[in-house]
């Protein structure tokens, strides 16, 4: 049933425009062209905000925004760019809005007379293809060279960050506005769509023709983060933005679960997103498991490919609980919350399953506010934090059985898979361990190396071991892809993973064999770079691991074009290039919905013609991918 935010919301003193919103147009908003010279990037993850409201309101269908508020660059003054939308405004809150533009204006120009870090820079950040692109509707019948297999059929989906306004000061790769790209599969034939998650960040960012959400970790340092913070509670506070529906830019993770695909980020609830039959996206609307889910989620969450379960982690950077553990049945019913016993708050962007435990890391990367006071990044690598992972089991009720497993300097920001050996008692898990530890979100000056390891935890003992997977010989860094996921949570040989060299391009990916350390390399080319390669399975009940395809988005930097390449991942032979339209620039986390599936779609909240808000209560936590 509709229900109001609580009143220990912000709420909002006017209301954006109330005519359609046509998701069919293409946005011209993006400021970016194509730069003149090359940067190299220093990083390339991501973090949760640190925007902690007191409550909010689980879901938020997307507000109507007139085409009118669509602003093809962005404005040097900041006082212009609320005419629109201060009509709508009364006197005291225009007259607020007018000072606190003049103070945000002040601060701008104070930070630009300091040099950003790189990890900060948007120069650096959103330069070559890793800068933003306009939306696209569907373009059909793309060219295609080779023969695209007959089994894949459905829709192959990435998301990724795509800032729809040029940043004004501090911005980080993670901190774009989440866009997702799309290439429908139907017999033979490719067509190809990309389209902006409609968050309730962006459709008030676009309404007001700049951003005013602060960025997590672009702009989120030293005492002009905790001035930005200010600001942004202080329009909150007169009705200027609306915090309470959520914040995040749902540009990291993607799944699929129930009949309902899911675009998630730290920072926020996720996002329900709608194929349509002429394979566009449409955002239905923030979603919350109707009304059962209260708090936000990170964006790896899994799904049992033998039960068809859901199981997610949720933190908190502010107050206890910092961390909590959930599950939904295969009819989107959850479990009661588990809090997990950790000392402070944790970065935890990803955890790993396995047949009966969920395998949780409590590591080394920390969030630290105070840093923030003292002029540094809320983000840090605490040293005398001792590394550890818990198994807990997955029905549980409480944390009273989790087992934690100490693993010396250890910090993996992504775990490939995990599963059980009983005969040693031992729980595997395989992820990339990163040193140093932060620099994907602190500037320093040691290179980073992601190395794929075995994590081995003794049940029985209480100690754990750990070896590189790669001979040193053969070591490249390896983050951004997966394992065959019809076997997720049990032992797996061969893992998929991206070539991120040079840092943080990707050149190819590499498929792993996971028990001999065998190294087998796709390389796509001169000045040809690409992210996460996804595994497709030809055939579910193949006798070989291996039997499918890797598709990947692949952009040329000498003709600026990109395309999706479909390889054998049985001998690793291109079996199909798919032209596309646009240029895809480099992004995050993909999956593939099968043509099955997406006649069983949901279309929007609880199945219903016109989404409906639900009551609640919603902790905002803070934001990475």
């Given amino acids: 049933m509709a229900s109001s935010a609580t009143d220990n919301c912000l709420k909002p003193k006017f209301s954006v425009s109330t005519s359609s919103l046509d998701l069919g147009s293409i946005s011209s908003s993006i400021p970016f062209k194509k730069p003149s010279r090359k ?133 980080h790769f993670f901190d774009g506005d989440g866009m997702v790209h799309a290439v429908q599969f139907k017999n033979g034939t490719a067509s190809y769509a990309c389209r902006f998650t409609e968050t309730n960040r962006l459709v008030q960012e676009r309404a007001l023709g700049r951003p005013v959400f602060p960025k997590a970790i672009g702009e989120l340092h030293g005492h002009s983060g905790i001035a930005r913070l200010l600001l942004f509670y202080a329009r909150g506070l007169f009705g200027l933005v609306d915090p309470c529906h959520g914040t995040g830019v749902a540009n990291a993770g993607l799944v699929y679960f129930n009949g309902h695909l899911l675009a998630m980020s730290e920072d926020d609830l996720p996002y329900h997103v709608r194929i349509t039959p002429s394979g566009d996206l449409k955002t239905v609307g923030r979603y919350d498991f109707d009304g059962q889910l209260k708090s936000t989620m990170i964006a790896h969450p899994k799904v049992d490919p033998e039960t068809g379960e859901f199981f997610a982690l949720s933190y908190d950077v502010i107050q206890k609980p910092y961390l909590k553990y959930f599950r939904f049945s295969t009819d989107s019913k959850k479990s009661p919350d588990v809090e997990i016993p950790v000392d402070g708050p944790t970065m935890m962007h990803d955890f790993a399953i396995t047949e009966n435990f969920v395998v949780i890391p409590d590591q080394q990367v920390v969030f630290k506010l105070p840093e923030m006071i003292r002029g540094g990044s809320p983000v840090v690598y605490d040293k005398n ?183 054998n991942a049985m001998n690793l032979h291109l079996e199909a290039t798919v032209k596309l339209p646009s240029r895809v620039p480099y992004g995050f986390h993909g999956t593939f919905i099968s043509s099955k599936d997406l006649e069983k779609q949901i279309l929007s909240f609880n199945g219903a013609a016109n989404p409906e808000v639900n009551s609640g209560n919603i902790p905002l936590a803070v934001e990475i991918v």
């Fill in 39 to 171: 940067i190299n990037i220093s990083c390339s993850l991501q973090t949760p905000s640190i925007l902690h409201l007191p409550k909010q309101s689980p879901t938020y269908p997307p507000s109507p925004t007139p085409a009118s508020s669509l602003t093809t660059k962005h404005p040097k003054n900041t006082s212009s760019t609320e005419k629109t939308q201060s009509q709508q405004w009364n006197p005291f809150q225009r007259a607020a809005a007018m000072a606190l533009d003049v103070v945000e204006n002040a601060l701008v120009s104070h930070e630009l007379q300091h040099p950003l870090s790189k990890t900060a820079d948007p120069k650096v950040q959103i330069s070559g293809n890793f800068a933003p692109v306009p939306e696209q509707p569907v373009k059909h019948r793309l060219p295609v060279t080779g023969t695209i297999p007959e089994c894949i059929q459905g829709v192959y989906i990435r998301n990724g960050a795509n800032p729809l306004h040029e940043p004004v000061a501090g911005h």
């Fill in 385 to 567: 934090k001792m590394s550890r992972f818990g198994i807990l089991d997955k029905n549980a009720t409480d944390a009273s059985g989790i087992r934690w497993v100490e693993v010396p300097d250890c910090f993996c920001f992504h775990l490939w898979n995990a599963w059980e050996e009983p005969e040693t008692d031992e729980v595997v898990v395989i992820g990339s361990c990163m040193t140093p530890p932060d620099s994907i979100f602190n500037e320093c000056d040691e290179s980073l190396k992601s190395v794929m390891t075995e994590i081995r935890l003794n049940l029985q003992t209480g100690k754990s071991t750990r070896r590189p997977i790669i001979s040193e010989s053969e070591q490249v860094n390896l983050e951004a892809g997966m394992v065959n996921r019809n076997l997720l949570g049990r032992k797996t040989r061969f893992a998929y993973l991206a070539l991120a060299e040079p840092w943080p391009k990707v050149s190819g990916f590499a498929k792993v064999d996971i028990s001999t350390g065998e190294v087998k390399k796709y390389i796509y080319g001169d000045q040809r770079y690409g992210g996460e390669p996804l595994f497709f399975p030809r055939n579910p009940n193949s006798e070989n691991e291996d039997d499918g395809y890797i598709l990947a988005f692949v952009h040329d930097e000498k003709t600026w074009k990109s395309e999706l390449q479909i390889v």
